[in-house]
């Protein structure tokens, strides 16, 4: 019994005695995108890993960011050359000196290049350079569905090029409102 007696007087102890709670503030709502997140274009923010995985995996370390935001994350999906060339400017600045994975492949059909997300597909037709290599795609030996872009010391700096998606490359998420579509990949 002095337990429950003790237990219902300390529930209004913070009422009685005028008791504030100590420590975080309280969050309104889920954060926009993660705090790591500090590469930005237009409404996308961007994070590049340094760990170097192969596609699939990129993709998925993308999306456990998702994890307590409001918006969606997923290896980047570079909708037109504005953001190509934004985000390779970004990764320069940076002193990137890797390929980096984005979300861009066609493992489910040959040629058919989509985004991890349903966003349109606003790159060129194949191998029209920019944004694509010389010659590329290419589908090498039959098994290069996934898609990286080079790096500023690379032999085609800023250009795509398609490669085995069991590469190892490092990655870029980008935080934005487009969910990934795993259909795609």
């Known amino acids: 019994m002095r337990w429950l007696v003790a237990s219902i007087w300390l529930v209004g102890c913070d009422q009685t005695w005028g008791l504030v709670h100590v420590g975080d ?47 969606a994350t997923h290896l980047v999906v570079l909708t037109d050359e504005t953001e190509r060339l934004g985000l390779y400017s970004l990764l320069e600045g940076r002193g990137v000196t890797k390929n980096v994975w984005i979300g861009f492949s066609d493992r489910r059909t040959e040629n058919a290049f989509v985004w991890v997300t349903n966003e349109p597909v606003g790159a060129p037709p194949n191998k029209q350079t920019p944004p694509w290599a010389p010659a590329q795609p290419d589908n090498q030996a039959g098994n290069q569905d996934c898609v990286r872009l080079e790096p500023p010391n690379g032999s085609d700096p800023s250009l795509l090029d398609d490669v085995e998606c069991i590469a190892t490359f490092q990655f870029v998420c980008e935080c934005d409102d487009w969910m990934p579509a795993p259909a795609n990949f």
């Open 25 to 71: 503030p309280p969050i309104d709502g889920p954060l926009e995108c993660p705090a790591k997140y500090d590469l930005r274009i237009g409404a996308s923010s961007y994070w590049r890993s340094d760990l170097e995985v192969r596609w699939d995996t990129a993709e998925q370390q993308c999306e456990m960011d998702r994890m307590g935001i409001a918006r």
